[in-house]
C-alpha cells in the first residue's frame, strides 16, 4: 500500500489534505508533515479543515496557513483524508470532497471500513502521525525540521504523552527518530500542554462538581453543558482533555464526558485504561474510535444517555 501512495504523489501535482472535525493535534501535525513533504517534492497543496485550529496548536510550522473554506475543487488531482476512517469525518464538504479524483486514505482507527482505494490503515499504529512517519520512510526521504515537530506532536497527543497503550515500541522509535531529526520534546509539549488559557481552568472548575463514579467506581464521567461553556466564556475546545481526568482516579477503567452541543444533542468522549473496549461501546451508539479512545453523539435526555452508555459499558466489560 505504501507503494501505490507514493506512486499517486509520484502521478498527481495540485492535492487536497483534509482531516475530520474538530481536529487533534493527530490531524493536524499530520496534515502539515504531509504538507511540508509534499512542497519539498515541488507539488501544490491546500490544508483544508471544516474546523479551525485550536489555539494550542497554532505553534506547529504552518497551521497559520490551514484554510476553513474548501477551494475550487477543479484543480486537485488527489486528496489525502488523514485520521478518519470514513469520508463523513471530514465535516459538512464531506461529498464534495469525495469528488476528487484520487482519495488517499491514512488512518488508524479500529472502525475504518475502507472508504477508498489507496489507503494505508494500520489500527494498531499510535496515530495517524506514526503512519506518514513509515510513508516518509519509505519514500526514502528524512522527517527532519518541521515534518519532525509536526509527526512527534501526532504520536505525542495520540499517546495520550506516551501513556496510552497503543504507546509500542513503534511509536516510541519513531519519536526518537523524530527528536534526532529536530523535534524538541520539551518545546513541544510546553506548547500543547502548559499553554491554557485561564478560561479553561476556569471552564474545569465549573464542570468538576459534575463528577460521577458508577459501578462501583470503575466508571467516571464529567458533565460539559453549553450554559457552562457560556458563564465561563470557554469554547467546545477548551473541554479537550478533560476526559483523562476521571480516568486519572484510582479504580476506574473508563471515563466518559458529556459534552452538550449547541443543537441540544451530546458529544460523548470515552476513554479506557486499556482492558474495557470503548470503540465498542461507541459503535454501538453510532460512533467509533479506538479500543481506548473513542467517541460518538447522541440525542435525547441526558439521563437517558447515561443509561444508555452504562449498559453498553456492562455489555463490553461483560467481554474485556
Ligand atoms: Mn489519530
Not at 482519495?103 to 482507527?109: A, P, Q, R, T
Not at 506516551?162 to 529536530?182: I, K
Amino acid at each position: 500500500m505504501l507503494k501505490r501512495i507514493s506512486e499517486q504523489i509520484g502521478r498527481c501535482r495540485v492535492f487536497l489534505i483534509t482531516s475530520h472535525e474538530r481536529p487533534d493535534g493527530d490531524a493536524i501535525g499530520s496534515e502539515l508533515a504531509l504538507r511540508r513533504i509534499l512542497q519539498d517534492l515541488g507539488k501544490e497543496t491546500v490544508v483544508y479543515n471544516q474546523d479551525r485550529t485550536p489555539e494550542n496548536y497554532l505553534f506547529l510550522p504552518g497551521s497559520d496557513r490551514i484554510v476553513h473554506e474548501l477551494p475550487p475543487l477543479e484543480r486537485f488531482d488527489a486528496a489525502f483524508i488523514l485520521d478518519c476512517g470514513d469520508l463523513d469525518r471530514t465535516g459538512e464538504e464531506a461529498s464534495r470532497i469525495g469528488t476528487i479524483p484520487n482519495l488517499i486514505n491514512i488512518d488508524h482507527h479500529v472502525s475504518n471500513g475502507g472508504f477508498c482505494e489507496t489507503r494505508l490503515i494500520d489500527p494498531l499504529a499510535s496515530s495517524t502521525g506514526e503512519l506518514i512517519f513509515r510513508l516518509i520512510r519509505d519514500m526514502g526521504l528524512a522527517a527532519t525540521g518541521e515534518v519532525a515537530t509536526c509527526l512527534y506532536t501526532a504520536i505525542l497527543t495520540d499517546t495520550g504523552g506516551f501513556r496510552y497503550n497503543n504507546t509500542r515500541r513503534e511509536a516510541l522509535l519513531a519519536a526518537a527518530d523524530l527528536v534526532d531529526g529536530g523535534a524538541d520534546p520539551q518545546w513541544i509539549s510546553e506548547n500543547i500542554y502548559e499553554a491554557d488559557p485561564p478560561v479553561r481552568i476556569r471552564l474545569l472548575a465549573a464542570v468538576l462538581p459534575t463528577l460521577t463514579l458508577e459501578e462501583g467506581g470503575r466508571v467516571g464521567s464529567l458533565v460539559v453543558t453549553t450554559k457552562a461553556l457560556a458563564d465561563a466564556g470557554a469554547l467546545a475546545e477548551h473541554t479537550e482533555g478533560f476526559v483523562d481526568l476521571p480516568r486519572s482516579i484510582r479504580g476506574v477503567e473508563i471515563s466518559v464526558v458529556y459534552a452538550e452541543l449547541p443543537d441540544g444533542r451530546f458529544k460523548l468522549s470515552l476513554r479506557s485504561k486499556g482492558k474495557v473496549n470503548v470503540e465498542r461501546v461507541a459503535r454501538a451508539l453510532g460512533g467509533g474510535g479506538h479500543i481506548n479512545a473513542a467517541g460518538c453523539r447522541m440525542e435525547g435526555e441526558l439521563a437517558e444517555i447515561r443509561r444508555r452508555v452504562i449498559e453498553e459499558i456492562r455489555l463490553a466489560a461483560a467481554e474485556a
